[in-house]
C-alpha cells in the first residue's frame, strides 16, 4: 500500500531551470494539495485540487502552476526556478476537501535546492 | 481569523518522562484539529484528530491530546517519553464551515528531543 508517492525525492536545479514535481496517490481520495515547508514556519499550501479537474491557489502560489491530471496524479511546475523556492515540497491527499473532519495523507517529499 | 500558534519550538524531555506539546488555536467556526508527526527526512503522520465529539482524543503510540474550548487549547501529551518519540510536531486546524482548502492552517512545529 505505496498511499502518497513523490518523485523526485531530491534535485538541484540553476535559478531560472524548470522542473516539474510528481505525484500520485493510490488511495482514491478525491482532493489533493502541494506544500512547502521551511525552517520555523511549518507547511504552507501553494496550490490544491478538490477533485478532478479543478485546482485553486492556496497561500503561496506565486511562481508555481499545477495540473491535475487524473485522479491518482497531482504535478507542481515551476517554470523559472529562483533560490527563494529552495524548499521541502510536500504533497498529500485527502478523501474530500470540504469535509473538515478528513485528515490528510503525505508523501514523502522532495527536496529542491535552487542555487 | 483563523490561527494556530504552538507555544514551544522545542522541547527536550527525559526518556520515561511526561511530555506536553501546547497548541492555541483560534477559529471562526466549529474548528477540526490534528497533530501530526514528522520524522526526519519523512512525510507527516497523523497521531489524533478531534472532530466535535469527546474532548479527550487518543491517538496513536500513547499520546493524547484535549479540545478545551474555554482555552482554545489542544494540547498534545504522553505519560511516558520513549526515544522514538524524538520528531517534529504540528499542530493543524482545519475550520468545519470551510469551503476552500485555504483554511487549512498549520502551526509552524515543535521539536521533540529526548534525553537517555
Known amino acids: 500500500n505505496a498511499g502518497v508517492t513523490q518523485t523526485p525525492k531530491f534535485q538541484v536545479l540553476k535559478t531560472g531551470q524548470s522542473m516539474t514535481l510528481q505525484c500520485a496517490q493510490d488511495m482514491n481520495h478525491n482532493s489533493m494539495y502541494w506544500y512547502r515547508q521551511d525552517p520555523g514556519m511549518g507547511l504552507r499550501l501553494i496550490y490544491y485540487?478538490?477533485?478532478?479537474?479543478?485546482?485553486d491557489k492556496g497561500e503561496v502560489p506565486n511562481g508555481y502552476n499545477v495540473s491535475r491530471l487524473n485522479k491518482r496524479e497531482f504535478s507542481l511546475r515551476l517554470e523559472s526556478a529562483a533560490p527563494s523556492q529552495t524548499s521541502v515540497y510536500f504533497c498529500?491527499?485527502?478523501?474530500?476537501?470540504?469535509?473538515?473532519?478528513?485528515?490528510?495523507?503525505f508523501g514523502d517529499g522532495t527536496r529542491l535546492s535552487i542555487l | 481569523a483563523q490561527s494556530v500558534t504552538q507555544l514551544d519550538s522545542h522541547v527536550s524531555v527525559s526518556e520515561g518522562t511526561p511530555v506536553l506539546l501546547r497548541c492555541n488555536y483560534s477559529?471562526?467556526?466549529?474548528?477540526?484539529l490534528f497533530w501530526y508527526v514528522q520524522h526526519p527526512n519523512k512525510g507527516l503522520q497523523l497521531l489524533l484528530k478531534?472532530?466535535?465529539?469527546?474532548?479527550l482524543v487518543k491517538g496513536i503510540n500513547g499520546f493524547e491530546a484535549e479540545f478545551k474550548k474555554s482555552e482554545t487549547s489542544f494540547h498534545l501529551t504522553k505519560p511516558s517519553a520513549h526515544m522514538s518519540d524524538a520528531a517534529e510536531y504540528f499542530c493543524?486546524?482545519?475550520?468545519?464551515?470551510?469551503?476552500?482548502?485555504?483554511?487549512?492552517?498549520f502551526g509552524s512545529g515543535t521539536r521533540l528531543s529526548i534525553r537517555p
Open positions: 485540487s478538490a477533485s478532478e479537474g479543478t485546482t
Open positions: 493543524v486546524v482545519i475550520d468545519t464551515g470551510y469551503s476552500s482548502a485555504s483554511k487549512i492552517i
Open positions: 498529500a491527499s485527502s478523501p474530500r476537501v470540504r469535509e473538515g473532519h478528513q485528515p490528510q495523507h
Open positions: 477559529s471562526s467556526y466549529s474548528p477540526s
Open positions: 478531534y472532530t466535535s465529539a469527546a474532548t
